[in-house]
């Protein structure tokens, strides 16, 4: 994979405009409608499509029934080949959400086990209550009645975990995103990911883990990276809160993190409000600048790029504003979009310019709750940038080389 790597993340039964708990009266190659938007991804700098569920699943495709099978929605195998050679056209790689802590509560292993009784062969995948009052229970991910937990205790899990995994790595993905990975003994992903890498060694793997000893899991796992929430949250929180001793003091922590491994930062993804919702929109480049001027993998949740809002709703359905459809093509995106489009463009050119950027260690100028000066450094030593944040009376940003030269400034 690329040395330096970025990622346009996209939950494609939203981007498509597939019906997600709704049936689906006209099942189509939906897949496809991301064909059109391959260009726009690369002209927006990142170096790859991080793709969110794409298996057969009842509703919001963290319900998995076949893993080795499109969603009917999205369309069939030969729509995803098209899909992963026309990304290889562009230049972009393809990485996939693997979610396999859980399957969905109608997949037929689950009911093959239910069916076949505490002896059966298949029963083992499983945590099953057999004497559970009213019948069978399933062991299921945090309440969730839909994600029934699988037993990654039992070796016949890291079989399935596997060959799911290679059936895809041999189709031309670039790696895999493990959900709710924090959720499984780390000692489950070393074996796993060990027979993986023997046949692909290239492979990239990232694991979202919500809070805890980032780097510990990483050692023990042997993940090439993990979500950065905590950067995440204090991006934001320190925006809000016009508090930059928050970011300053996680910038020191992601530091630590650096010495060890390249963490997955963003600012927006699929489980949480749009950036721009939540510190609004002149406040989002001043997200995305820290996103782009320190170390780590970063990624672009789609929309972000242009200003797009939502409010993430603890409901059924909560989720849906933060997953929306897209145009059929660029040319169906609303004007207002694309100063933030090119905020995006710029800063990731620049980002792409400095590949040291990806292991870039930062170090604190000048600090006020209002105020946040730090330089961003190679590991190695050497160039460096100066970046300079400013909420004091409207959101402001500037980012110099070490000379003084302006190479980005907000608002222009």
């Not at 409901?315 to 905020?343: T, Y």
Request: charged share 25%.
């Amino acid at each position: 994979m690329d040395d330096v790597r970025s990622w346009w993340h996209v939950y494609p039964l939203g981007f498509c405009g597939a019906p997600i708990r709704e049936p689906d009266p006209d099942p189509s190659p939906r897949l496809r409608r991301l064909l059109p938007w391959l260009g726009y991804a690369a002209g927006l700098g990142v170096t790859g499509l991080l793709l969110g569920p794409v298996f057969a699943a009842s509703t919001h495709g963290y319900d998995s029934v076949d893993q080795f099978t499109i969603d009917p929605r999205l369309g069939t195998d030969a729509d995803f080949d098209d899909l992963v050679a026309a990304c290889r056209e562009q230049g972009l790689e393809v990485v996939l959400d693997g979610v396999f802590n859980h399957v969905g509560a109608d997949h037929p292993l689950l009911r093959r086990a239910l069916t076949e009784g505490p002896s059966g062969p298949t029963t083992r995948l499983f945590r099953i209550d057999w004497d559970a009052p009213g019948g069978p229970r399933p062991q299921v991910f945090e309440g969730h009645g839909s994600l029934v937990a699988l037993d990654h205790a039992e070796p016949a899990v890291a079989d399935y975990v596997v060959s799911v995994m290679t059936h895809w790595l041999r189709r031309g993905i670039a790696g895999w995103r493990l959900d709710a990975a924090y959720a499984v003994d780390p000692s489950f992903w070393r074996t796993v990911l060990a027979r993986v890498r023997a046949e692909f060694p290239d492979a990239w793997f990232v694991a979202e883990v919500i809070h805890g000893d980032y780097a510990d899991f990483v050692a023990r796992s042997t993940v090439d990276s993990v979500t950065q929430y905590e950067l995440w949250k204090a991006v934001w929180s320190s925006l809000v809160d016009r508090n930059f001793y928050e970011l300053e003091w996680a910038l020191r922590r992601h530091g630590s993190f650096l010495d060890s491994f390249v963490p997955a930062t963003f600012v927006g993804n699929h489980d949480v409000s749009r950036i721009a919702s939540t510190v609004g929109p002149d406040a989002a480049v001043l997200a995305l600048v820290v996103l782009l001027t320190t170390g780590g993998v970063p990624s672009v949740y789609y929309g972000d790029e242009q200003a797009f809002t939502g409010v993430k709703e603890e409901r059924i359905g909560g989720d849906d504003a933060v997953r929306p459809a897209f145009p059929a093509d660029p040319s169906g995106l609303a004007p207002w979009g694309e100063g933030m489009l090119r905020a995006h463009q710029e800063l990731l050119a620049l980002r792409r310019a400095r590949p040291w950027l990806q292991t870039a260690r930062t170090e604190t100028l000048a600090l006020t709750n209002t105020r946040y000066e730090y330089a961003a450094r190679s590991a190695a030593g050497g160039a460096g940038l100066r970046v300079e944040l400013d909420v004091e009376k409207a959101p402001r940003a500037v980012v110099r080389d070490e000379d003084g030269a302006v190479l980005y400034a907000f608002p222009r």
